[in-house]
């Protein structure tokens, strides 16, 4: 009996640990969670009486301009973003880890626009990429270029001006993760390399790459992930347009749910941007398998 | 060997080169902000930039504080960030104590759902959770904020990762004398913790003060906004102030500039680690 009554005390000692955390995690993110699925079933404003929808807000979402805009574009953001970050952290980590002297300042130096806060940073770049009087197009204008890009305020420019904001933003986070991998290579393999008398390219093509496929495709995976969900930096630079020519999901979802009260059809939206994570997280799953 | 040693010379040259271009690219963006946080307006957009404002107007950095309320935002986001942090940091190690240490019916279970709901990206969820705190009267309340970030999945992950590290052996024997599981909590798994706490705290830290989507759905009245949505309102209000908006972007990063440059050990670490376990 008194074993029992032990073994009971244990299991509530163990939940007493587990509950503040829990109760929290539960209310705030659990039950959110299950509601915006089945919100995705409903048509709902927030205030009148719910109806049943079946599966007509995904169904809507076909003939949905602002949705295909939003999908395509938030696709055109990702295949932009991620190899760009992917070359310029990796290089940057190369060359950092080449133990020069003022590596920390490098290291310090390239970390600052990421933890930078963001309005700020994108404060500087407005100004800093104003297509009329900004220095970017000044310096552009005394090299002799006529027709410079109008950036933010251009739409053919617009996504390119994001996609450029978040390289920049986002690649000394991923050089340091590029360092560690990096630290992790057997230096025998380039003394092996060294004397079958390779150049410094070679060693980078035929050693480094190969030897970092885990982190690139783990970089690759989280990129890819953050990029699905963008939307402070959209806001801040160019608020969706001009049109939409940088409307992305997260907008599409914010504006369907804040602006016009279509929770059902926001949440639609929101399944959609959870299945392409989804996808992307069950690739990862497979192929870390294949890689250990 | 002539040949060698200037052949290395030229690479360590053009690495130099590339390294200091790389700085430059990341570093002028910020040093631009302080010059133009100098000037009038009208000589903030002068071409060639006048990196160095020959009358440096300090004016701009008393004049923030009385243009909008800079002072209550800061104070309403070091409050936020503070609670978050501790909670955050408390919660956090407490749970995770009990799933690396523990043995309990359900476990296994319980973290899958924590794991599960890291790849869940918040905004998928961010709606029916505004509706929630809504119809909990927690709309324009800071409460909302805190509820919103205190009790991250990733949080008791992260710690989890730690504690598993630490040897089994160590806490049979604080049992063995007679500690209480809370007392070996306390006294021997967070002391030991120090390392994976910093971490936490940074990213905890960094990730409140910078927040936000969150303050912009919940918090509408001007008294109880953060730096972030605030500072954007100032923005959108005044688009031509620019030096004024550059001196309150300055000091909307100081204090994550300190945190940073104080903590920097831990988060490369914490990056690295994140990164190396996927």
């Known amino acids: 009996m008194s074993s029992k009554q032990a073994h009971i005390r244990k299991q509530l000692v163990a939940y007493s640990f587990i509950a503040p955390n829990f109760i929290g995690f539960a209310i705030f993110t659990l039950v959110p969670i299950v509601f915006a699925v089945a919100l995705a079933f409903l048509h709902w404003d927030g205030s009148n009486p719910i109806e049943w929808a079946g599966l007509a807000n995904f169904r809507d979402l076909l003939d949905d301009d602002q949705f295909k805009a939003a999908l395509k574009n938030t696709i055109v953001y990702t295949a932009g973003t991620v190899p760009l970050t992917l070359i310029t952290s990796l290089l940057l980590a190369v060359l950092l880890n080449q133990g020069i002297k ?11 626009p990421y933890v930078a806060s963001l309005v700020a940073v994108a404060a500087v770049w407005n100004m800093i990429f104003n297509p009329s009087k900004g220095p970017v197009n000044m310096l552009l204008y005394s090299l002799g270029f006529e027709n410079v890009p ?14 450029l904001f978040s390289v920049w933003k986002y690649m000394g986070y991923y050089m340091i993760i ?45 990129l890819t992930i953050q990029c699905f969900k963008v939307y402070d930096i959209v806001y801040m630079v160019t608020q969706g347009g001009p049109g939409t020519a940088t409307l992305v999901l997260v907008y599409d979802i914010y504006n369907k749910a804040f602006i016009s ?7 639609a ?24 | 060997m002539q040949v060698q040693s200037r052949y290395t010379k030229t690479i360590a040259t053009i690495l130099y080169a590339l390294l200091i271009l790389c700085a430059l690219a990341m570093l002028l963006p910020f040093v631009w902000m302080i010059s133009a946080s100098l000037k009038l307006d009208k000589d903030v957009f002068t071409f060639p930039i ?22 209550t935002f800061i104070r309403n986001t070091a409050k936020l960030t503070v609670i978050v942090t501790f909670l955050q940091l408390l919660t956090s190690s407490f749970a995770a104590y009990a799933f690396a240490k523990l043995e309990f019916k359900g476990r296994d279970l319980l973290f899958l759902g924590y794991v599960a709901t890291i790849a869940m990206p918040w905004q998928v969820y961010m709606v029916p959770q505004f509706i929630m705190m809504r119809s909990f009267g927690l709309n324009n309340t800071h409460l909302a904020i805190i509820f919103l970030q205190a009790f991250s999945a990733f949080g008791v992950f992260l710690m989890k990762q730690f504690y598993m590290s630490v040897p089994d052996e160590l806490c049979e024997a604080a049992r063995i004398d007679g500690m209480s599981e809370y007392r070996i909590w306390a006294q021997i798994m967070l002391p030991l ?49 620019y030096g004024l908006i550059m001196a309150a972007s300055v000091v909307a990063l100081i204090p994550v500039v300190i945190v940073f440059l104080s903590l920097q050990k831990f988060f490369v670490q914490g990056v690295a680690t994140a990164g190396l376990k996927g």
Do not use: C, H
């Open chain 1, 102 to 112: 003022g590596r920390n300042f490098f290291r310090t130096v390239s970390f600052f």
């Open chain 1, 150 to 163: 109008g950036w933010a305020a251009d739409k053919d420019w617009a996504m390119m001006t994001i996609i």
């Open chain 1, 178 to 222: 590029y360092l560690a991998g990096l630290q992790g290579i057997n230096p025998e393999l380039y003394e092996a390399a060294n004397l079958d008398g390779t150049n410094a390219w070679q060693r980078f093509r035929y050693v480094t790459v190969p030897q970092l496929s885990a982190t690139t495709f783990f970089v690759m995976v989280m």
């Open chain 1, 261 to 267: 009260w279509n929770l059902g059809s926001a949440s």
């Open chain 1, 269 to 292: 939206v929101a399944m959609v941007l959870f299945a392409l994570v989804l996808i992307v997280t069950l690739i990862q799953f497979r192929g870390e398998r294949k890689l250990r």
């Open chain 2, 50 to 71: 006048e990196w160095i404002p020959s009358n440096p107007r300090w004016e701009n950095y008393l004049e923030i504080w009385t243009t909008i309320p800079l002072g």
């Open chain 2, 193 to 241: 913790s120090k390392p994976a706490l910093s971490t936490l705290t940074i990213f905890t830290f960094v990730n409140t003060w910078n927040d936000f989507l969150g303050p912009l759905l919940y918090l509408t009245r001007m008294e109880l906004k953060t730096v972030q949505i605030g500072l954007r309102m100032f923005i959108s209000q005044y688009s031509s102030e």
